[in-house]
């Protein structure tokens, strides 16, 4: 069972990539609008990778409900809430960048609460909370406030800036690897060191098993033996 497990967790461990190099950002503060307005949910990748092959999620945390689902390197509304279906917006564009910021239109006021952007292979993941008010009761210096809240993150990001954040995921993995890879190796030589002792001892105990087995049966031959060696 040991060597299996050990096993297992070396083949974990030299996955295509190294989770938490990654970290998912989303506004601290909460993000209001309007009930019918459109609204904004901004989340991006530090460092700046491109997503186009991983999956993303956007889920109503509270209710656990799916608000958008990236998979297979497109839309997959199968997994999505009715109720959320013809009113989100995703720029498939910008996951080269890291952005996977998403957009609700039509916001209800039952639709308040706390959303979560999540990617799943790199184990990143952020929460914002979205307060929706009654048509007309957003101040003017609110409707200010949401714009830089829920505008998008840039989208000059450069290559140089995509290319540094692969090198340093790059960096930590040649760290991580060898160190995990001398750790399975100490478990393997553990284990087959603990396998031979256990050997040995088992050996050594049916020797002694057998020869009191043997005085038992033959006890005359026993004492005979024991005497011609005095």
Known sequence: MNEIFVTILCLLSFGKDVTGVYRAICPTQPVEAEEGDEVTLPCH?????DLTDYTSDWERV???????SYRHKRHHYDAQK????????????GLTRGNVTLQISSVQLD???PYRCFVPDLNARCALNIIVVPKGQLSTSKRGDDVSTTRPPATHVTKTNIKDGENK???AMYICLPLVA???I?????????????????KMRGREEAKQEDEENNPEETKELKESRL
């Not at 990748?45 to 990778?49: A, K, Q, S, V, Y």
């Not at 100490?186 to 088992?202: K, N, P, S, T």
Request: with cysteine.
């Open 62 to 68: 509270d209710l656990k409900e799916i608000v958008y």
């Open 182 to 184: 001398v750790l399975c």
């Open 82 to 93: 009715k109720r959320y279906r013809n009113r989100t917006t995703f720029n498939l564009d």
């Open 169 to 171: 995921a790059t960096i």
């Open 45 to 49: 990748l530090d460092p700046p990778i």
């Open 186 to 202: 100490i478990g393997v030589v553990a284990l087959f060191r603990r396998q031979i002792i256990r050997m040995i001892v088992e």
């Open 111 to 113: 639709e308040s609460g």
